[in-house]
Nanobody, 124 residues
């Protein structure tokens, strides 16, 4: 079992930055792939970025590439999502999620563990 707790959301003006954190419980954190998804009102949950815990491989969705980056610190059981040059269309609830193994999947059904989400609101 893995429990995930996100933090770092808030309200920011367009062009601003936020850093989200996801802290995971469990002693085998490095064996899990951890990803970020987001869900805007009235829209489906969508993949943002994912991080392989063993190889360090990172995938960032094209919609945020060049603005969002991420990292993970296995010693702290934490994954970060640095969001720069934020736009109003980035407004959403951001979820941290984890799955066993090294595949960075982009479908929500591939993930077994989810955090409660953190709200990010970007004002114009």
């Amino acid at each position: 079992q893995v429990q995930l707790v996100e933090s770092g959301g808030g309200v920011v003006q367009a062009g601003g930055s936020l850093r989200l954190s996801c802290v995971a419980s469990g002693r085998t954190f490095s064996t899990y792939t951890v990803s970020w998804f987001r869900q805007a009102p009235g829209k489906e949950r969508e993949f943002v970025a994912g991080f392989n815990g063993i190889t360090g491989r990172t995938i960032v969705d094209d919609s945020v590439k060049g603005r969002f980056t991420g990292s993970r610190d296995n010693a702290k059981n934490t994954v970060y999502l640095q969001m720069n040059s934020l736009k109003p269309e980035d407004t959403a609830v951001y979820y941290c999620t984890a799955r066993m193994g090294g595949v960075i999947a982009s479908r929500t059904t591939e993930y077994a563990y989810w955090g409660q989400g953190t709200q990010v609101t970007v004002s114009s």
